[in-house]
């Protein structure tokens, strides 16, 4: 995997566990972590929050091209006869 790839797992694991403790707990990791309360934002927060959203997008647009590539057309398809 590529460095950024990685990257992108990382945010979106952070990502998923900020939001799973929201959910069961009401408690807000990412504003925890830079002293503010839950529902409370800073620019910090804020950029954090933002990466974890272009990680969920770049996981998206890897997803949909590693689909692509491994797509097989089956004979007698239209993509098959190109």
């Known amino acids: 995997m590529k ?11 952070v990502g998923g566990l900020n939001w799973g403790l929201v959910a069961i707990a009401e408690f807000d990791l990412v504003a925890a972590i830079f ?6 934002t800073n620019a910090a927060t804020r950029l954090i929050y933002g990466l974890v959203g272009l990680a969920a997008v ?18 007698g398809t239209a993509s098959a006869s190109r």
């Open 3 to 13: 460095r950024l790839d990685w990257l992108a797992v990382a945010l979106l694991i």
């Open 35 to 40: 002293g503010l309360d839950f529902g409370e």
């Open 58 to 75: 770049y996981g998206i647009a890897s997803l949909a091209g590693a689909r692509r590539r491994t797509t097989v057309a089956r004979p």
